[in-house]
């Protein structure tokens, strides 16, 4: 598998990637600060749910450096991992169903809300970045439609992953530790209650990703002056 020809400027990835880390420092500080006010860890799960939103987007920014020959097997691998990934961006988000617990132990109620939605914010952003540089490589190879589809089809498989996340507390690493367990819990989900719910679930939460999605998409193209016609699956160019 070779890779794309490189049409996204080093300067521009790089304040995006420092911008996603100044952001990613802004939320683990707000939970330091919440552990040593309450002296209790509690909610520390959300700094490992923020470290597990970057990997997709480090597996992303890998596939695209990858050379032109000689590693398709290893791209294959590579993007398999990221699709197994790529649910942990989002799946952030559902962290607010805690809503109901915040201030319990003494912290603010109000920090707590903006501490878990900056984690949550940060998660997404992470997941509509890495998802983003996926969608140009397919974009740049087969099309804009093709792009879109691929994008579009990740949002639904996402949506449905983080449903096997939040309601049946499953992991992605769950294909290799406990494959059985895996495809029993989805295989239970013929069940007319359980379908409908994982049903209702991911529809839901597919509308809700593709919304922020396509507005992070928009933003992002308004910065495309020099790279539309790339994104449209047409050769920039050639620069000095």
Same mark, same amino acid.
């Given at each position: ?49 923020? =470290? ?32 197994? =990934? ?155």
């Amino acid at each position: 598998m070779s890779s794309p020809q490189r049409v996204i400027p080093q300067h521009r990835a790089r304040h995006t990637l420092y911008t996603l880390l100044f952001g990613s420092a802004v939320c683990t500080g707000m939970l330091v600060v919440r552990c040593i006010y309450t002296g209790k860890l509690r909610f520390a799960g959300f700094f490992w749910n923020l =470290f597990l939103a970057w990997i997709p987007l480090l597996l992303a920014l890998y596939i695209w450096r990858m050379p032109s020959q000689g590693r398709r097997g290893w791209f294959w691998t590579v993007l398999v991992l990221w699709i197994l =990934f790529y649910p942990n961006a989002f799946y952030i988000t559902t962290d607010l169903i805690h809503f109901k617990t915040f201030g319990s132990d003494g912290m603010f109620r109000w920090f707590d809300l903006l501490m878990t939605t900056s984690f949550a914010a940060g998660g997404m952003f992470l997941g509509c970045l890495s998802l983003y540089l996926m969608h140009l490589f397919v974009r740049q190879r087969f099309g804009w439609k093709m792009g879109w589809s691929f994008a579009g089809g990740m949002l639904a498989l996402g949506s449905f992953g983080i449903y096997l996340g939040r309601v049946l507390r499953l992991n992605s690493w769950d294909v290799v530790a406990r494959p059985f367990k895996l495809v029993g819990d989805i295989l239970a989900l013929v069940d007319p209650h359980g379908a409908k719910e994982a049903m209702a679930f991911s529809v839901t939460f597919f509308f809700f990703s593709l919304v922020v999605y396509s507005f992070v998409v928009s933003m992002a193209r308004l910065h495309e002056s020099d790279l539309s016609s790339t994104a449209d699956g047409e050769r920039p160019p050639d620069r000095p």
